[in-house]
């Protein structure tokens, strides 16, 4: 029997069972896809929002406040990859600057750290590529920005070094509630838990309908980005915000932590959860938008054009907390800065599980660090050549647009989590995310994956169930002797 | 540290041609980087037959060709580093590379030869929308799949642009047993070659869809079908045309870009028009005493002016050594109407022994046009051909003696109805 188990392996679930890991607990994460981080957290703007945005009195403005603080200490330990850029809110207009100052008043009562407002003039010294019709901007000199699907395999690494045990492929489909425990019906079998945290993400609302839990519904509202090649990252490392005008957000430019620059998103209601296809009007729409913040920003340059769906709740704020339900936790709505809070939201967790009366002994073997990866792109000379002499994996180039070796992908495969699919390699090594998007190396990827975990070629997947890549051996009939023949 | 005269940056049939020439002119201590295992670049998994009918005026396929490279090679002192990237080059021509092997490196280079080749357009960069799922490769990595890794990537393909290695994709598939329902093509004429479209689409009933592009990509996980749309003039889809066609695989052949990071991060400025860095008649970039060939300086639709550029380089190197290239240039090469680029962008008259190609590429199709090179309003020579097309380079010779004629300046390429 579990103490407690987590269903869904998004930042939030992820997060969870990484600080629950803290404690002499029995935990298991259960995930339907293939790896953790495969829907909302792959796909949205990456920022360690400054806390102003959202309303103060909610759950998003105390949360997103908070984990914005936490997450210098948190790349300390984990090294997914963070930045403090800052951010600009740009008005171009009166009514947008009143805007900035409302913003500026509800960020200060959030807590929000680093607030000040300055002039278009004073922006552009800072962004010189900013577009001349900017008349002022907020400035937050605490946001960042971060690779979330980094965040959440880091998570979830080390939450397996201090103990957690994560069973993917595993779709909860009905829950059961007996005297003192929970038992979970999945595609994999029964598992029986003390306490069930739902962390479902998109699908939170199903999830807690299981127990009977139906006062909320989780629509999926769409973000379509474009990336740009590195060499446009001239252009901004400041978070490039619009303020809002007449209902509209705007969209965002923005540096990635790995110095891609992103645009977007938009944000329209759909009407199915898994539907994250991109459409060339609302490209061209978000292109558009971007142009006003800077209008270097070019087509040609598109490397990739992506969608996610953020798990917007009827309640618009988080769901956070026991339901009626004894025993049973939501963490659900959690759309943006559900980034952002992440980490609060954790901590927040255990502190509920207290509160609950869950007995929460420390772990003295809790180790809250993860290992860096050695990635060989900008090392020195001397790095590489003792790198290299220690490991020569190191040397043999897999990825040539990010400068990805060998070694940096063994390493990925083999830490604790486990690896099928093209994709969750990428993620870890950004292997394929370079401008030729994996056209030469990932042939070299797969045999590499099929070398170290003896999953043959044809069932290695792009991303998870039914992407397979290869159908069959082109010369099977002449390895079978001829037999068809 | 290494010391060598030439370092020869990609091992493809343009730097073996590069360092083959130099070799015979004359360079001894010759480096060949290659990032692969084999040399011969994407020959290697080029494994039909069609190349070699100008340089050897037979056809053989892309291991053969690179074969006759490899046996010269043989033959010389040129050494060879394989499974060796190249990580930067300094303006002080440093070469810093990595291997397992060697551990890191750095090799003093007199002379450098960057020849490391081209890489597909991918979905992102046509801005390909829809789902995003298994199952959309670019054709050349269907091609390596296949002929050298020996997999299928799917059965039943769709395939978007007709370049010529889409048009070889679409045969090669076809042969191991998969059905390929129809290459669209945006434009209204094929980017392939003409003996391509015939061998590999039309010998196969396999349809050419010109004026068609993939509007939308269906399936989760992995292709269930694609929308496809005929285009207006303006290349816009028009809604009524709109048809789905089920596949499991979408093949792009959507264009081809110069690999030019190296060539950047050294401080080479690249040439919008080609993507590739402005070069002169035997192939110097701006900075002294690195060439650049192949490719990597414009995309070829045929091996053979590959190697001719290659070989062009391999001399200018030659003579850069021996302190014989004038650098101070005469002419400039401008497109004017209906060209899309010319190389080379310069050209110095004392490095010219007897004519000077300029390879250029028409911007459409032209039936009975003629293309002719001027300086200011004087024609200085004009090149026939039954007819231009986009998707074949235009080789234009002119004589030394007739550029001897004119005075330092711009030469203009145009085409000219008849």
């Known amino acids: 029997m579990l103490d407690v188990c987590i269903i869904g392996g998004g930042v939030i679930g992820t997060a969870i069972s990484r600080e629950l890991s803290r404690y002499q607990l029995q935990v298991r994460l259960v995930e339907k896809n293939e790896d953790v981080g495969t829907e909302t957290t792959k796909a949205n703007s990456g920022i360690v929002h400054g806390g102003y945005d959202a309303k103060h009195g909610s759950l998003k403005g105390f949360f997103s406040a908070k984990g914005n603080a936490m997450y210098p200490q948190l790349e300390e330990e984990l090294h997914f990859g963070y930045r403090q850029t800052g951010s600009f809110v740009v008005a171009f207009n009166e009514t947008q600057e009143i805007e900035l100052d409302r913003l500026l008043e509800n960020g200060t009562k959030n807590g929000a750290r680093g607030l000040s407002i300055i002039s278009g003039d004073e922006a552009r010294e800072m962004e010189p590529h900013l577009s001349k019709s900017i008349t002022k901007a907020l400035l937050c000199a605490t946001a960042g920005v971060t690779s979330p699907y980094e965040l959440a395999v880091a998570l979830a690494e080390n939450a397996v070094k201090n103990g957690v045990e994560f069973s993917f492929h595993t779709e909860v489909n009905g829950v059961e509630k007996t005297d003192d425990h929970f038992v979970l019906h999945t595609n994999q079998g029964p598992i029986e838990a003390k306490i069930v945290i739902n962390a479902a993400g998109l ?164 180790d809250p660090t993860r290992k860096a990866y050695q990635r060989i792109a900008g090392m020195s000379g001397s790095e590489l050549k003792n790198l290299i002499a220690e490991d020569p994996a190191y040397g043999r180039v897999i990825c040539r647009c990010e400068t990805i070796s060998e070694g940096e992908i063994v390493d990925a495969i083999h830490r604790g989590l486990p690896i099928t699919s093209v994709d969750a390699v990428k993620r870890r090594t950004r292997a394929g995310m370079g401008r030729c998007q994996g056209g030469f190396c990932a042939p070299r990827v797969m045999e590499i994956i099929s070398r170290e975990t003896g999953l043959s070629m044809e069932e290695i997947e792009k991303q998870g169930k039914g992407s397979y890549l290869l159908t069959k051996r082109t010369k099977d009939a002449l390895e079978r002797g001829g037999q068809d023949a | 540290m290494l010391k060598y005269e030439l370092v020869v940056v990609g091992g493809g049939p343009a730097g073996l041609s590069a360092a083959v020439e130099a070799y015979e002119q004359g360079v001894r201590k010759i480096l060949i980087l290659e990032r692969d295992k084999e040399l011969g670049g994407i020959l290697n998994q080029c494994i039909h037959n069609g190349f070699g009918l100008h340089r050897f005026k037979e056809e053989l396929t892309g291991p053969e060709y690179s074969r006759r490279y490899i046996d010269m090679l043989d033959e010389t002192t040129i050494e060879i580093l394989k499974e060796t990237m190249v990580l930067e080059i300094s303006e002080t021509k440093v070469v810093r590379a990595i291997s397992a092997e060697r551990g890191y490196m750095e090799i003093e280079a007199e002379a450098i030869v960057f020849s490391m080749g081209c890489r597909e357009r991918t979905r992102g960069a046509i801005q390909l929308q829809g789902d995003r799922p298994s199952g959309v490769f670019t054709a050349g990595t269907a091609q390596r799949f296949i002929n050298m890794e020996g997999y299928m990537p799917g059965k039943r393909v769709v395939i978007l642009g007709s370049g010529d290695i889409g048009l070889i994709m679409a045969r090669r ?246």
């Open chain 1, 203 to 366: 699908y939170a609302d199903r999830v807690s309908a299981m127990i009977g839990e139906d006062n909320f519904t989780i629509t999926p509202r769409q973000g379509q980005y474009v990336l740009l090649d590195k060499d446009q990252s001239f252009m901004t490392d400041t978070v490039i915000f619009q303020a809002p005008e007449n209902g509209s957000k705007g969209v965002l430019v923005t540096p990635t932590v790995h110095h891609n620059i992103l645009v977007g998103p938009n944000s329209d209601y759909i009407d199915e959860k898994g539907d994250v296809a991109t459409t060339s009007e609302v490209i061209s729409r978000i292109m558009e938008a971007g142009r006003k913040s800077i209008d270097a920003i070019n087509t040609r340059k598109v490397i990739r054009s992506f969608a996610g769906n953020r798990a917007t709740s009827s309640k618009h704020d988080f769901s956070i907390g026991e339901t009626a339900v004894k025993g049973f936790v939501n963490v659900a709505g959690i759309e943006s800065p559900g980034l952002t809070s992440a980490p609060a939201i954790a901590v927040h967790v255990a502190d509920i599980l207290k509160e609950m009366g869950v007995e929460m002994v420390a772990d003295p073997n809790f």
């Open chain 2, 173 to 418: 598939m076809t042969l191991e047993g998969a059905k390929v329902e129809a290459v669209c093509e945006l434009m209204p004429y094929s980017n392939g070659l003409t003996r391509n479209i015939v061998q590999c689409l039309e010998d196969y009933d396999i349809p050419l869809m010109l004026s068609h592009t993939v509007v939308k990509v269906h399936g989760k996980s992995r292709v269930e079908g694609v929308t496809i749309a005929k285009v207006d003039e303006n290349l816009r889809p028009i809604p009524e045309t709109f048809q789905r066609i089920d596949c499991d695989t979408v093949l792009l052949s959507v264009g081809l870009i110069p690999e030019n990071e190296i060539t950047q991060n050294a401080g080479i400025m690249v040439d919008t028009r080609t993507n590739g860095p402005k070069v002169g008649e035997l192939r110097q970039t701006e900075m002294p005493g690195v060439f650049a060939c192949g490719n990597v300086v414009h995309v070829h639709d045929l091996v053979d002016f590959v190697s001719e550029e290659g070989a062009l380089s391999g001399l200018g190197v030659a003579k850069y050594l021996k302190g014989e290239l004038e650098t101070a240039s005469n002419f400039t090469t401008a497109n004017g109407d209906g060209i899309g680029y010319v190389v080379p962008q310069t050209v110095t008259m004392s490095n010219v022994d007897d004519q000077v190609t300029f390879y250029m590429r028409v911007r459409s199709v032209y039936d009975r046009h003629i293309v002719r090179a001027y300086q200011g309003d004087t024609l200085v020579a004009e090149k026939k051909e039954r007819k231009f097309l986009p998707a074949e380079m235009v080789n234009f010779k002119i004589k030394k003696d007739v550029l001897a004629n004119l005075g330092d300046g711009e030469i203009r390429f145009v085409v000219e109805e008849v």
